[in-house]
């Protein structure tokens, strides 16, 4: 309503600058949820560079966010980090050396993800002998590149 009158008394008005143009772009995302993103490509080239540009006020708090929820991961998992727990920011991995301990480390992490309200069942694969982790394809006995990274890049 309040564009309908800031139209009314001209103070703003509809332009068509085809340049301009910032396309809405549907992604879908690995859990084959549509993601909608926005394509700035075509306003970036449109528009002259500046030799001093203000810093982006939403990656600066991601970067802030990523090493604040990095350090706290660190404190929750502190006791098991590197012996039943591998972490990098929100993505976890829980590692037993015998088969027949991985309920009890699991069981583990599970009251510390309670504990600290950060469970998400979405995110979780159960029972896998390799698995995705940070961009690699984590098996038994070696890691590799995700083949699906390469082909997107």
């Given at each position: 309503?309040?564009?309908?009158k ?25 859990n084959?949820?549509?993601?909608v ?13 500046d ?15 990523g ?21 990098y ?23 510390r ?16 002998t390799?698995?995705?982790f ?6 038994h ?13």
């Open positions: 309503m309040e564009i309908v800031l139209i009314e008394v001209g103070f703003i008005r509809e332009v068509k600058y085809l340049t301009w143009i910032a396309n809405i772009v549907p992604m879908k995302k690995k084959g949820k549509i993601r993103c926005v394509n700035f490509r075509d306003l970036n080239n449109a528009c002259p560079k030799d001093f540009p203000l810093p982006i006020i939403e990656l600066m708090g991601d970067a802030t966010t090493a604040t929820y990095q350090h706290d991961m660190q404190k929750i998992f502190d006791d098991m980090l590197h012996k039943n727990v591998e972490c920011v929100d993505d976890l991995v829980v590692k037993s050396r015998k088969r027949e301990d991985h309920l009890q480390d699991l069981r583990m992490v599970f009251d993800l309670r504990r600290y309200q950060l469970m998400n069942s979405l995110k979780c694969a159960f029972g896998v390799s698995g995705k940070l961009g690699f394809i984590v098996r006995h070696d890691i590799e590149v995700d083949q699906y990274k390469i082909a997107t890049i």
